[in-house]
T-cell receptor, first 114, second 115 residues
């Protein structure tokens, strides 16, 4: 079955540091890939997505590129802020039909210190 | 407009009791999903509704778990004879419907604690 593996946390960075959170997946066919973010005390929010190979998703300074050859979707940000402190989840779903259930990685807790 | 709402926000129950968790999706969203977030298992899919029918129940962990959706809107997740391993945050998400991918909008979750 489908699975997502993402780098174990927690990750602690200083403000303005470079962020990478690794994510790899196992899936049949051509899944769509996502990063979700969960800020403290809030619900899950979609951060960015990519629906086909070589697509780059971007939002709020975060980027991730769909690499089919390495089955990866690593999240990057050039300069993190304290407000980026949250749990980040990599996820996938299959296109087609109407059931877009998400398969998630276990999440990575990011703490950014001033 | 209003987002996905869930109630209660917190529920503490004793082992063996039944609980009902409610989800109010965004108005007009035909697809509804339940997920469970626990320390040991991460975020797991439980069940998917399209309208009032549930074509995918593959994530329900046991027959103690059931869910229904009425009027193409509100959904209730019921856990019978709760066990301590049922303690988790139960998340509901809705999305606009069929065809091309539609973003899932998540509710704040219900934190269930089974003593």
């Amino acid at each position: 079955g489908d699975s997502v593996t993402q780098m174990e946390g927690p990750v602690t960075l200083s403000e303005e540091a470079f962020l990478t959170i690794n994510c790899t997946y196992t899936a049949t066919g051509y899944p769509s890939l996502f990063w979700y973010v969960q800020y403290p005390g809030e619900g899950l929010q979609l951060l960015l997505k990519a629906t086909k190979a070589d697509d780059k998703g971007s939002n709020k300074g975060f980027e991730a590129t769909y690499r089919k050859e390495t089955t990866s979707f690593h999240l990057e940000k050039g300069s993190v802020q304290v407000s980026d402190s949250a749990v980040y989840f990599c996820a996938l779903t299959h296109s087609g039909g109407s059931n877009y259930k998400l398969t998630f990685g276990k999440g990575t807790l990011l703490t950014v210190n001033p | 407009g209003a987002g996905v709402s869930q109630s209660p926000s917190n529920k503490v129950t004793e082992k063996g009791k039944d609980v009902e968790l409610r989800c109010d999706p965004i108005s007009g969203h035909t697809a509804l999903y339940w997920y469970r977030q626990s320390l040991g298992q991460g975020l797991e899919f439980l069940i998917y509704f399209q309208g009032n029918s549930a074509p995918d129940k593959s994530g329900l962990p046991s027959d103690r778990f059931s869910a229904e959706r009425t009027g193409g809107s509100v959904s209730t997740l019921t856990i019978q004879r709760t066990q301590q391993e049922d303690s988790a945050v139960y998340l509901c998400a809705s999305s606009p419907g069929q065809g091309k991918y539609n973003e899932q909008f998540f509710g704040p979750g219900t934190r269930l604690t089974v003593l």
